[in-house]
């Protein structure tokens, strides 16, 4: 990540539109992320468009063309569109998918997945306030835990394996990002792993996420078997304040989560590592929707603020974070205001959402 010398230096942000609904959403965050930038005062962001998914291969021959990932190497931060590797042809559907070949290139170790209910939006659970704190690089996703190639094998057509990979720094990197989190939060971490059924692996996440939290004495600290978190999530989600767990139940636990706030739609993320961040909703491509104008953008908005914020977080750039709560604001404004997509049960297209965003931005 390039360092910015002064707050009015302006970001060289990423645009990876992807596949499906992306080029909509992403388009939508980057006049969001303009309005927001402006009405703060501060300068400008200068935007770098960069092949994706099906655009990349027409002209490069590769879903996550080497030009892509150099180029992304020269900006301050990204905002990832989803992508539909499913429809890839086969031969560009060896490998990692897009979003996990940018992960793993620039070491993107933790995936911070927020989930909240918001006034206005039907939610199965009406006072969820969040954080899934995702391991990214290793776990049981097989597909990121060897230096080349995949973790999966089948020795035989009859038999499959699968290899995860469990490292006390990485387990150690993530546990202190979460208790680091929770110190600005509510100052609660549950630490999520089935160490009952795999007590090597698992028992090594739980046991050296209470390593590390010795080292915070202020936080409450639990752990449960995913089963029952999954189960608790559902019965109440409000229990939770920082979840900490492995790659793979990150993952489904946070889908879960987002639907209980009201819509997978509404899902954010960011992917970053100690210098480098990126903005990728949770959601997929909902290749049935492109084009239609129909696509909901919050969850992307809400990335790209989360971004935004944990910039200023780490860089101690305070514009960046009001910028970030610019967007959360006119975004939750909005939707308070019954302003809200199909999905959520509103009549607005993705347009008609944006431009309400857009003209909140410069009230708050």
């Known amino acids: 990540m390039t360092a910015m010398s002064e707050i009015d230096t302006p970001l060289r942000l990423g645009l990876l539109e992807g596949d499906g609904i992306g080029p909509e959403i992403v388009r939508a965050t980057r006049e969001v992320v303009d309005d927001a930038v402006e009405a703060t005062g501060l300068s400008p962001v200068q935007w770098v468009r960069l092949p994706l998914g099906h655009e990349a291969i027409e002209e490069y021959g590769n879903p996550v063309p080497e030009q892509t990932l150099e180029g992304l190497a020269e900006l301050d931060a990204w905002i990832m569109g989803p992508h539909d590797s499913a429809s890839y042809a086969p031969e560009h559907r060896v490998g990692l998918p897009p979003a996990g070949a940018v992960r793993k290139r620039f070491g993107l170790y933790a995936n911070i997945r927020p989930a909240r209910t918001i006034e206005g939006v039907r939610s199965v ?4 306030d969040l954080l899934i704190l995702r391991e990214n690089t290793e776990g049981l996703y097989a597909d990121r835990n060897m230096a080349a190639g995949s973790g999966e094998f089948q020795p035989s057509r009859d038999v499959a394996l699968a290899v995860g990979v469990f490292t006390r720094a990485a387990i150690e990197r993530i546990a202190h990002l979460g208790f680091e989190i929770a110190a600005e939060r509510g100052k609660k971490v549950t630490i999520v792993h089935k160490a009952n059924v795999l007590p090597m692996t698992m028992g090594m996440f739980r046991d050296v996420c209470y390593e590390v939290a010795a080292e915070y004495p202020d936080i409450e600290v639990s752990d449960e078997h995913v089963d029952a978190a999954a189960a608790h999530l559902v019965r109440a989600p409000g229990d939770y304040d920082v979840i900490v767990t492995e790659n793979l139940f990150g993952d489904i636990l946070s889908d879960l989560a987002g639907e209980l706030s009201g819509s997978l739609g509404m899902a954010a993320s960011v992917n970053c590592s100690d210098t480098q961040i990126m903005a990728q909703a949770v959601h997929g491509a909902a290749p049935t929707l492109a084009g239609r104008n129909r696509a909901n953008p919050v969850a992307l908005f809400n ?10 977080r ?3 750039y305070s514009a960046l974070r009001r910028v970030g709560e610019r967007i959360e604001h006119a975004v939750a404004d909005t939707l308070r ?3 809200a997509t199909s999905d959520l049960g509103g ?7 944006t431009e309400q965003v857009r003209a909140r931005l410069h009230r708050w």
Not at 303 to 312: E, I
Not at 347 to 353: D, I, M, N, P, R
């Open 125 to 128: 659970a009406p006072a969820m």
């Open 314 to 316: 780490t860089q101690r």
């Open 303 to 312: 990335s790209a603020a989360g971004m935004l914020r944990w910039m200023g």
């Open 347 to 353: 009549l607005a297209s993705t347009s008609e959402f």
């Open 337 to 339: 205001a019954g302003v």
